[in-house]
């Protein structure tokens, strides 16, 4: 079938060429270039995303510089100028100009930094399309998720007279980190939509099982915390430094003994420390990258407060300065019953799908989808967020990760056939 061989040519090319956030430059004007072709009205960067709501964005050089990198590598340039300060967001829309709903799906498209395996056992380094950014790679099936996104938006623009209302496409920027989504939702993206549809590939559900809403995302804060002291001989002078590098440490320890919340499971973990430059000098500076989650958004806001209590303890006791800033965040949000339980019934129809599990309650870490969640059905809309099952070589966020490609289509169709119901649906 055409169709899927050019989902695995999608998934290959985004996968050999991957992105992290905020830096999806080279994808998006891909992507914007392929759903232009398919007629969609677009939407694209500082259109859809508030500018300070974007979390742990990386600096202008560093931007300038990945620009450079796109053109190098099969950006299209004539989407660029949207794209090239790092604003990455596409909204695609197609107005059947039939009455109906607003039916609105998001997928996303950055990388990780990890360097991916070059084993002869690892299917993209045997196959030709191992990540050519060391470094970057696709670790978690955002390529999948890209892909499938362009699938749906080449069916939807084929068999509009199948469709009403209003077809709405996200692709979405920095998903990892949860640091993209906000700066989308607040800018007003989902406010108009009926039914919202996001989805992921894997995470531990098998082949050809579907899950139509995934309820355990836990909430989180991603915090980037610096102490600023003051340097000294460690020798000859040591009582005239302030050590923040002793200050960092004091408080990655007392991080770890947050006392828990009787609200619902948390999560604390400090993954750096950096401090110091020199073994004969006082520290005068020490960063800690740090995250809290909990099971509801309360619980994630009292982890979150202690660890700003402790650092300022901490900077206090040994007489120096403290900044927070935060790089990443999501909720705590459910998904909608009675649109789960549709989508359940769709995807149980299709051939590919064995098992289909309306909801889940298993913990899934965290995603900042749940701001287009929360906004939606604020706006009395209906919301949810599906897992397709596939085989994985390697669990998420590893460096053999990899799908079986074979989800790809199926994916698509069922995707298709859910806008196709739900459009069909009275207001």
């Given at each position: 079938m055409q169709l899927e061989k050019q989902l695995i040519n999608w998934r290959r090319d985004f996968h050999r060429f991957p992105e992290q956030g905020f830096l999806e430059i080279?994808?998006?004007?891909?992507?914007?270039?392929?759903?232009?072709?398919?007629?969609?009205?677009?939407?694209?960067?500082?259109e859809v995303m508030k500018e300070d709501?974007?979390?742990?964005?990386?600096?202008?050089?560093?931007?300038?510089?990945?620009?450079?990198?796109a053109k190098e590598n099969g950006a299209v340039e004539r989407f660029l100028p949207y794209f090239e300060e790092g604003?990455?967001?596409?909204?695609?829309?197609?107005?059947?100009?039939?009455?109906?709903?607003?039916?609105?799906?998001?997928?996303d498209m950055d990388a990780l930094p990890i360097i991916e395996s070059d084993s002869s056992q690892h299917t993209p380094a045997t196959l030709g399309f191992r990540s050519t950014a060391e470094g970057s790679m696709h670790a978690c099936g955002h390529d999948a998720h890209t892909s499938i996104g362009l699938g749906l938006a080449t069916l939807v623009a084929e068999k509009q007279?199948?469709?009403?209302?209003?077809?709405?496409?996200?692709?979405?920027?920095?998903?990892?980190?949860?640091?993209?989504?906000?700066?989308?939702?607040?800018?007003?993206?989902?406010?108009?939509?009926?039914?919202?549809?996001?989805?992921?590939?894997?995470?531990?559900?098998?082949?050809?099982?579907?899950?139509?809403?995934?309820?355990?995302?836990?909430?989180?804060?991603?915090?980037?915390?610096?102490?600023?002291?003051?340097?000294?001989?460690?020798?000859?002078?040591?009582?005239?430094?302030?050590?923040a590098l002793l200050a960092a440490a004091s408080a990655a320890l007392n991080i770890h003994a947050?006392?828990?919340?009787?609200?619902?499971?948390?999560?604390?973990?400090v993954g750096e420390l950096h401090a110091g430059s020199g073994r004969n000098v006082i520290a005068n500076h020490a960063t800690l990258i740090a995250e809290t989650r909990g099971e509801t958004s309360e619980v994630n806001s009292y982890m979150k407060e202690q660890v700003e209590n402790i650092v300022k303890g901490a900077a206090q006791m040994y007489g120096i300065d403290y900044s927070i800033?935060?790089?990443?965040?999501?909720?705590?949000?459910?998904?909608?019953?009675?649109?789960?339980?549709?989508?359940?019934?769709?995807a149980g129809q299709h051939e590919f799908i064995e098992h289909v599990e309306v909801t889940s309650e298993a913990n899934a870490g965290s995603e900042d989808a749940t701001y287009f969640l929360e906004a939606v059905q604020k706006h009395g809309g209906q919301a949810t967020y599906c897992?397709?099952?596939?085989?994985?070589?390697?669990?998420?966020?590893?460096?053999?990760?990899?799908?079986?490609?074979?989800?790809?289509?199926?994916?698509?169709?069922?995707?298709?056939?859910?806008?196709?119901?739900?459009?069909?649906?009275?207001?």
């Open positions: 080279r994808t998006a004007s891909i992507v914007a270039s392929i759903l232009e072709s398919l007629g969609f009205d677009l939407q694209l960067g500082k709501e974007c979390m742990g964005k990386p600096d202008a050089a560093k931007t300038k510089a990945h620009v450079v990198w604003f990455t967001g596409i909204v695609a829309t197609i107005d059947t100009k039939r009455p109906g709903p607003t039916v609105t799906f998001r997928v007279d199948e469709l009403n209302g209003v077809i709405k496409l996200i692709f979405q920027p920095a998903e990892e980190g949860t640091r993209g989504a906000r700066a989308m939702a607040r800018a007003g993206v989902v406010d108009d939509t009926d039914f919202f549809i996001a989805s992921h590939i894997g995470t531990g559900v098998p082949q050809q099982h579907f899950v139509a809403a995934n309820n355990g995302f836990l909430a989180t804060t991603k915090l980037n915390i610096t102490f600023t002291g003051k340097a000294a001989h460690a020798g000859g002078e040591p009582e005239a430094g302030k050590n947050i006392c828990r919340h009787s609200g619902g499971d948390s999560r604390i973990n800033e935060t790089a990443g965040e999501a909720i705590s949000c459910k998904c909608s019953d009675d649109l789960a339980k549709k989508l359940a019934n769709i897992i397709f099952g596939t085989d994985l070589a390697a669990g998420h966020h590893h460096e053999c990760f990899d799908i079986n490609e074979d989800t790809l289509l199926p994916a698509v169709e069922i995707l298709f056939a859910a806008a196709k119901e739900l459009s069909r649906t009275s207001e």
